[in-house]
């Protein structure tokens, strides 16, 4: 049953009105709900389909692929397809993670760096620091 309104889809999914409407027009979110005044109505599975596609946004999915991925939803026998653009863009997420843990190890080993360099903060230092 469509309950949410726009603005309740958006503060549910935590994306701007305009976003939820900017989705629509690419055809990324489809068959959301009118009453006789136009106005939508989201459904849990509409919000859980916008979850979606908010995960794959930020996990650096292009939004070409999204509209692909979306297209291929809508049309049967394509589970294959849908299948190898998300084992792609996981492949893809997993190189950005090793590259992000590189980083991270990186900026570990500079802060132990200076860690092992610094006389030790006075309490005066840290009550300035949390200020």
């Not at 979850?51 to 026998?77: A, H, N, W």
């Not at 997993?94 to 500079?110: F, G, P, T």
Request: a neutral charge; hydrophobic letters at 35%; glycine letters at 4%.
């Amino acid at each position: 049953m469509a309950k949410y309104t726009i603005q309740q889809a958006a503060e549910i999914s935590g994306l701007k009105i305009e976003a939820l409407r900017y989705y629509e027009r690419e055809g990324l979110i489809r068959d959301v709900h009118r009453l006789p005044n136009g106005h939508r109505r989201y459904s849990e599975q509409d919000i859980q389909w916008i979850e979606f596609l908010i995960c794959m946004r930020d996990s650096g999915m292009p939004i070409r692929d999204l509209k692909r991925y979306v297209d291929l939803c809508y049309q049967k026998g394509t589970g294959h397809e849908r299948c190898d653009l998300l084992e792609a863009h996981r492949d893809a997420v997993e190189v950005q993670i090793a590259k992000y843990e590189a980083y991270l190890a990186r900026i570990e080993d500079k802060i132990a760096w200076y860690r092992e360099r610094l006389p030790r903060r006075t309490e005066q230092d840290e009550a300035n620091k949390k200020e």
